[in-house]
């Protein structure tokens, strides 16, 4: 079954400094890949997603994601923070055998003013 | 407005006290899943179902059933709960099953406490 490895659990930085989450996946062909976000005391919601094309994918709120097949990785990054992305990203990826989506254990990103 | 819906939103039981945590979608999914969200575990799937009544185990589903007797209904329940089943838990619905390249909607979570 497919895997997800997220990297650096927490996360603190200052706001404007850059931010760049790894994600990597254990096997490869045909995948789905996805970031979902999750504000203080809310749901997930969808950050962006790549299905097919150019592997640079642009999402919500300024962030853009990097498919690189041969690294198995799926990379989140945002050029500049603000204090509203404390939050915790999770990166999923669709699991085709198992009907599901394998999630990674998520990041915890803390943004100080 | 296209959503998902759980019910309780938070909930206090006792050890063995048979319980069930609602979920309902608007938008006519077929596939649906329970999660449970665990600090430093993420997600894991608890059940899911492709259809009106056919589902199948995630990851973790013991101490818990499911079923799918509509399509827009897909409860959970804990037939005897225990304490490591505290956690909070999440319903998800999407067109198809993730063998297609549908996003997941989630609801808004039930936090669960189990003493």
């Known amino acids: 079954a497919q895997s997800v490895s997220q990297h650096n659990h927490h996360v603190i930085l200052s706001e404007a400094a850059s931010l760049e989450l790894g994600c990597n996946y254990s096997y490869g062909g045909t995948v789905n890949l996805f970031w979902y976000v999750q504000y203080p005391g809310q749901h997930l919601q969808l950050l962006l997603k790549?299905?097919?094309?150019?592997?640079l994918v642009k999402g919500i709120k300024g962030f853009e994601a990097e498919f690189i097949k041969s690294k198995f990785s799926f990379n989140l990054r945002k050029p500049s923070v603000q204090w509203s992305d404390t939050a915790e990203y999770f990166c999923?990826?669709?699991?085709?055998?198992?009907?599901?989506?394998?999630f990674g254990k998520g990041n915890q990103v803390v943004v100080i003013p | 407005e296209a959503q998902v819906t759980q019910n309780p939103r938070y909930l206090i039981t006792v050890t063995g006290k048979k319980l069930t945590v609602t979920c309902s979608q608007n938008m006519n999914h077929e596939y649906m899943s329970w999660y449970r969200q665990d600090p430093g575990l993420g997600l894991r799937q608890i059940y899911y179902?492709?259809?009106?009544?056919?589902?199948d185990k995630g990851d973790v589903p013991e101490g818990y059933k499911v079923s799918r007797k509509e399509k827009r209904n897909f409860p959970l329940i804990l037939e005897s709960p225990s304490p490591n089943q505290t956690s909070l838990y999440f319903c998800a619905s999407s067109r198809t099953g993730t063998g297609s390249s549908y996003e997941q909607y989630f609801g808004p979570g039930t936090r669960l406490t189990v003493t």
């Open positions: 999923a990826v669709n699991d085709y055998g198992n009907n599901r989506l394998a």
């Open positions: 790549y299905f097919s094309g150019d592997p």
């Open positions: 179902s492709m259809n009106v009544e056919v589902t």
